[in-house]
């Protein structure tokens, strides 16, 4: 029987009351994975829901360790969707927190069961604890590049490469043409794996308060049981899962105050981010972030809604820079590159309108993220500055041509073909026979004018003589340390090096980051005014030839990536 006393007595005027609101601990997913940018079409993002924007976590750390409200951060590792030098910059964002004297607590079930645990491992040596389940194993084993090599199969299949490269380090297509590495590969690889190996044993060393010659003897037993990794001093403590939310919330909840909040570090940021307008007349000063991510074509950017990655189109990014100058709230930019390489042309076309806009007193400093190589070095070239993780893979100054000869292969399976044409050269680039001896004269003098183009650039923007270029050129990927100490880098660090780098060259004055342009809905709607309007700046959405098997064809030489790509140095475990 309902109870109409209880129903109808006065209501307490403490429920309308001010909130008060428990410390914020915030925390991160890395399981879910990580991607470079959001997707700019509906389906993308739908698909791409649960995977958290890397700029959004990286911000979303230092965000948290200036406000009062936040109190702690926790964060589950896996690195399975970020590089060497993601890493860094996640090290020093964790970095960062602890310095405003807040607990930062990385935990995982287990750092790589198989050995894949030196990344997350090294992550999580940024933190101010380290707890793992009692049941994991800490895969502290060491670095391995290792790279696959298909020409022994297409031997036997009949499939042959034609390959021309500037010069001997220039080993993009070396999967297709060899059997193993080459002398020249073998010791760009060795320098790369041991420039990342030092900076592993280093951080390692930092954080645990060891020695880095006790990290490599530690190295070279792993990898370590739970008490092992305890004993060894690697880890702080074992723990499942909730003992270690239970142990962070009762260590910041006050006596008698509210109960911590946890929220998700992407979902705090978005909340503390205000949307996207749609662009009228005044707004604040502030510094652009144009991003380019992807291998380099002409035309448009274009983002697979299915996979396969962005490629990153010169007309989109010429198009933000231009935009960027018009624009008289911006006083800087931030360029953030991630990419391969590609084409020489397209990435010209950026390098141009990135020193345009230095030309005309807007400072521009490049940042890289885990590979800018290639293409992806020469489009940093109209920067003031350069700014790169130490383990950054850069450099990559050569070139690279080839072409498959299907000739034979298709002969065997009864597949011909036939052609009229015009001229002697018409067909050079036909994949039914290889080049001729006058084709390959021009496709020298195509290389050797690339090259010669590339390394001059090199000089002129580095401010050094073309006989020191080309001793570190060559085609030689370097980690960011090594491009920092032979002059290819101005120097190390992140998102947030750059933006300190760019306010000094505006002026030294405080101004925010934001993305450039400023991406609104109605954008994709309304048709562009011309190529000069900010919209034209915007990716489209392509369905990609390749999807999620990209990676594939890359390694077997199927698209037409470009002549300035850098070689994919295979997995790092």
């Not at 080839?402 to 009229?420: C, F, N």
């Amino acid at each position: 029987m309902v109870d109409l006393a209880k129903i109808t007595q006065p209501l307490s005027l403490d429920r309308f009351g001010p909130r008060r609101d428990g410390p914020l601990v915030l925390e991160l997913d890395l399981t879910e994975g990580v991607a470079d940018e959001a997707p700019g079409d509906p389906i993308g993002q739908l698909v791409n829901r649960r995977r958290q924007q890397y700029l959004d976590v990286v911000e979303g750390i230092r965000r948290g360790a200036r406000d009062p409200g936040v109190a702690a951060l926790l964060v589950r590792v896996d690195t399975r969707s970020l590089g060497f030098a993601k890493v860094q910059e996640l090290r020093a964002c964790v970095a960062d927190f602890r310095a405003a004297g807040k607990p930062a607590v990385a935990w995982a079930d287990s750092f790589g069961e198989a050995g894949d645990g030196n990344l997350p491992y090294y992550l999580a040596c940024a933190f101010s604890e380290i707890a793992m389940a009692p049941t994991g194993v800490l895969g502290l084993t060491g670095l391995q590049l290792r790279s696959t090599f298909v020409k022994g199969a297409l031997d036997k299949l009949g499939l042959g490469y034609e390959v021309g490269r500037r010069h001997e380090y220039k080993n993009a297509l070396n999967g297709v043409t060899e059997t193993g590495f080459t002398d020249a590969h073998r010791e760009a690889v060795g320098r790369i794996a041991a420039s990342l190996g030092d900076q592993l044993a280093e951080g390692v060393a930092r954080a645990r308060s060891l020695t880095v010659d006790a990290v490599r003897s530690l190295v070279s037993r792993g990898p370590f049981v739970g008490a092992e990794a305890v004993d060894e001093g690697l880890v702080d403590r074992l723990a499942y899962r909730d003992e270690i939310y239970a142990g962070l919330l009762s260590r910041v909840a006050g006596e008698d105050g509210p109960e911590p909040r946890l929220s998700f570090v992407t979902r705090y940021h978005r909340r503390h981010t205000p949307a996207p307008r749609p662009r009228v007349a005044g707004g604040a000063d502030h510094i652009a972030l144009i991003t380019a991510t992807g291998t380099i074509s002409l035309g448009r950017t274009r983002r697979s809604p299915l996979g396969g990655g962005t490629v990153m189109g010169s007309d989109t990014v010429a198009a933000a820079f231009r935009a960027a100058r018009r624009d008289p709230h911006v006083k800087a930019v931030v360029f953030r590159v991630d990419s391969r390489g590609g084409s020489p042309t397209a990435s010209d076309a950026i390098r141009r309108e990135s020193q345009l806009t230095r030309e005309a007193g807007i400072p521009v400093v490049a940042t890289m993220g885990d590979v800018a190589g290639s293409g992806g070095y020469y489009v940093t070239l109209g920067a003031d500055a350069i700014v790169a993780q130490p383990g950054t893979l850069t450099g990559s100054i050569g070139v690279i041509v080839g072409k498959p000869v299907l000739g034979p292969l298709l002969e065997r399976y009864g597949i011909t073909s036939d052609a009229v044409a015009v001229g002697d050269h018409a067909g050079m680039f036909d994949t039914d026979r290889p080049f001729s001896e006058s084709e390959w004269e021009r496709v020298n003098a195509l290389l050797d004018q690339v090259y010669e183009d590339f390394t001059g650039k090199v000089a002129t923007a580095r401010g050094m003589t073309r006989d020191e270029v080309h001793e570190v050129a060559r085609g030689r990927v370097w980690t960011g340390r090594d491009a920092h100490e032979r002059g290819l880098v101005d120097a190390l660090g992140g998102l947030e090096t750059a933006v300190r780098r760019a306010r000094e060259l505006a002026g030294g004055r405080a101004l925010p980051l934001r993305p450039f342009p400023h991406r609104h809905p109605l954008d994709r709607l309304r048709p562009h005014e011309s190529s000069e309007d900010p919209a034209a700046a915007q990716p489209q959405s392509a369905l990609d030839a390749w999807g999620s098997l990209r990676g594939v064809a890359a390694a077997l030489g199927l698209p037409e990536a470009g002549a300035l790509t850098m070689p994919d140095l295979g997995r790092l475990r």
